[in-house]
């Protein structure tokens, strides 16, 4: 009878949490359901996805697909997408520094500057330059930090190819660095049609849409299979190095190699324009020791790391592509993770209340998915507190810290305790298995 009871419950737990989340998702979501993606036919990574009728179109603006597309335009607008590159001409307000305790040393004034780049995190600024003939920009020597609200230095060496370029900010063209991700249309086109993180850089050159807009002439990652949808995010949102590297050395491409995959266009085969950053099993600059990542752009390696990655789960099944709303954060909460793991399913959680999964009160931070499961470990900047939430999904444990300096998820909230404590917690909780042998 007991038994039955138990039974009972599971299946009004699960039904509650899939009503619930149906009901958010209809108030809130836009995002892409996690069957509906699933399903979809897996064609294999050197597959092109982009739609034949795009082979020769154009780049043409976001204003053009507004017409149609108001709602989804006016999401985008509020979104920091469009803030990734602002021009000062059209929006002097951009500029977030302070700049009247810039340093001396500075090499740049603010009516120097063209465009910012960045404004939650960091902003960087671009001046105008002339190389040989060819109109291009430059970055700044010192990034205003938003978070510690003060000056840094900053080195475009350092934060792209150490070895590829002169250490010397006003010799690196922003168009081998930053205009692929930040210029949309430049990473294939070299055109800088617009400059954000426009409606064209994950649909792809709309210009034959536009002309025929009954007909569907674009890009869409919800119609592609799960491994090949999360591309679009990717193209910007992982670590990586230029394709040619493969069979050139950094040598040979001195001044002109890529941290962006030049050429390529969404639906495009990722693999056949930009390699995944290495990963040899020891700490860099870019990745802790066992491989996850210390950085921001870093969501992507992460992610083909994780069992998400591996069992269908896609970028647009968590984030809303044109509010870029982490929904997991809001306005869906931890309901966005329940429509899978729901308490009773097959994938957990495995106990009967979130209180007994997480040992922490409901309502509290300790039983938020994202703080144990996708805990903030990575920084935009030197000394700035970490902002980049983990995307490999998997609990990292103290003795993760131990062994690979990665900050592990109990004492990213508990600052003021030690590993040891977090460890102690651990075998309380029957989790010794996640304790150092």
């Known amino acids: 009878m007991k038994k039955k009871t138990v039974l009972i419950l599971s299946v009004l737990l699960v039904v509650i949490s899939g009503i619930t989340a149906f009901m958010l998702y209809k108030k809130y979501g836009k995002i892409v359901p996690y069957m509906d993606q699933l399903t979809k036919e897996q064609v294999g990574e050197n597959v092109n996805l982009q739609p034949a009728s795009q082979k020769d179109a154009h780049y043409v603006g976001s204003q053009e697909c507004q017409k149609c597309h108001e709602e989804q335009f006016k999401d985008w607008k509020d979104s920091y997408h469009t803030k990734m590159i602002q021009d000062i001409k059209a929006n002097p307000s951009a500029i977030v520094g302070d700049f009247a305790t810039l340093p001396e040393d500075a090499d740049f004034k603010k009516e120097d500057i063209v465009y910012t780049i960045g404004t939650k995190f960091k902003q960087r600024y671009m001046m105008e330059v002339d190389f040989n003939g060819t109109k291009d920009y430059v970055v700044g020597s010192y990034q205003w930090n938003t ?33 692929g991700c930040h210029f949309t249309g430049f990473m294939s086109q070299e055109k800088r049609t617009e400059p954000s993180v426009s409606c064209e850089a994950c649909h792809g050159p709309a210009s034959k849409h536009a002309l025929h807009p009954e007909q569907d002439l674009v890009y869409k990652a919800s119609n592609a299979d799960p491994k090949r949808s999360s591309e679009v995010c990717m193209q910007c949102h992982m670590r990586n190095r230029d394709k040619r590297l493969e069979t050139q050395t950094i040598k040979d491409l001195f001044g002109d190699v890529r941290d962006y995959p030049k050429g390529y266009e969404p639906g495009m085969p990722l693999v056949d324009y930009k390699k995944k950053a290495p990963f040899d099993g020891k700490e860099t600059s870019e990745f802790y ?36 709303d982490n929904t997991v954060a809001k306005p869906l909460g931890d309901a966005s993770c329940m429509k899978c793991h729901s308490f009773g399913s097959a994938i957990g959680p495995h106990q009967s209340t979130i209180e007994a999964h997480t040992h922490h009160k409901a309502d509290s931070k300790g039983s938020s998915c994202i703080e144990c499961h996708m805990p903030k470990i990575g920084k935009h900047l030197p000394e700035s507190p970490a902002t980049v939430r983990t995307h490999r999904f998997g ?15 109990c004492n990213s909230c508990h600052q003021d305790k030690s590993l040891e404590w977090s460890e102690e917690a651990l075998k309380k909780w029957g989790m010794s298995q996640w304790v150092t042998k």
């Open 395 to 409: 609990f990292i444990t103290p003795d993760e810290t131990k062994k690979y300096k990665v900050p592990n998820a």
């Open 289 to 324: 020791g066992n491989g996850v990542g210390k950085k921001n752009r870093s969501q992507g390696n992460d992610y083909v790391q994780s069992m998400m990655y591996k069992h269908g789960i896609t970028c647009i099944n968590c984030h809303d592509p044109h509010k870029l």
């Open 147 to 179: 978070q510690l609200k003060k000056w840094q230095p900053y080195s475009s060496t350092k934060d792209w190819y150490q070895d590829g370029f002169e250490n010397n900010n006003s010799k690196v063209g922003t168009s081998k660095t930053c205009d």
